[in-house]
């Protein structure tokens, strides 16, 4: 968790260096707006399980998106994947079906979807928790962080492009639209 929480505070400050001017601005450059979905498991179809000594491990859901794309949530012990593509089998080759956390994780249900002015998506943002095993309340339990992940959508790879800390930041949502207007289109997976 250590090396997450050090990988993250590095995106942050890059993050707060980079994009210093409000998200609104940004909306206004280039056009961009927000439409949101919800990837909340009863509104998907289950299309996998995986049971250990006949309990539940985990499970694969496909769910409705936006702009012909479907979202993949993926769930293995407690730690998941968001993934995008044209259908199931597309999204499960995008980088970021593999793209997770160590820690216990889970995304929140509702997904905000970046568009152009034509209405295209081009990226998605979503908050997730991330178990900080470093830090634990009174019943000995790991506190749970808030992060919001920038994703970029095809044309070309689905990956990770920002990481932005949301209990770090009372502007998380507007740093993430901004990341994802300015960064996500150009991003080279793998090597941004």
């Known amino acids: 968790m250590r090396r997450l ?4 505070s590095l995106s942050l400050l890059a993050a707060a260096g980079l994009w210093t001017a409000a998200a609104a601005a940004a909306d206004a450059d280039q056009g961009a707006r ?3 979905s919800s990837i909340a498991t009863k509104k998907c179809r289950k299309t996998a399980e ?6 539940d491990y985990g499970a694969t859901y496909l769910c409705p998106g936006i702009g012909g794309l479907k979202v993949l949530r993926q769930e293995v012990d407690l730690r998941e994947s968001v993934s995008l593509g044209r259908n199931a089998k597309a999204a499960e080759n995008e980088p970021a079906a593999s ?7 889970s995304p929140n249900d509702t997904v905000e979807w970046r568009l152009d002015r034509a209405g295209k998506p081009f990226a998605i ?4 928790e991330i178990a900080d095993n ?14 919001l992940i920038v994703t970029r959508l095809p044309p070309g ?5 920002a990481y932005i800390d949301g209990s770090a930041n009372p502007d ?4 993430a639209r901004k990341a994802a207007d300015e960064t996500a289109r150009d991003f080279r997976c793998g090597k941004g």
């Open 5 to 8: 929480i050090s990988f993250v």
């Open 99 to 105: 793209q997770t956390f160590a820690p216990f994780n």
């Open 125 to 128: 943002i979503q908050r997730w």
């Open 34 to 36: 927000s439409v949101t």
């Open 50 to 55: 995986q049971k250990v000594d006949g309990d």
């Open 157 to 161: 790879a689905v990956c990770h492009v």
């Open 172 to 175: 998380a949502k507007d740093l």
């Open 134 to 147: 470093n830090e634990r309340d009174k019943d000995d339990r790991p506190r749970t962080k808030s992060l």
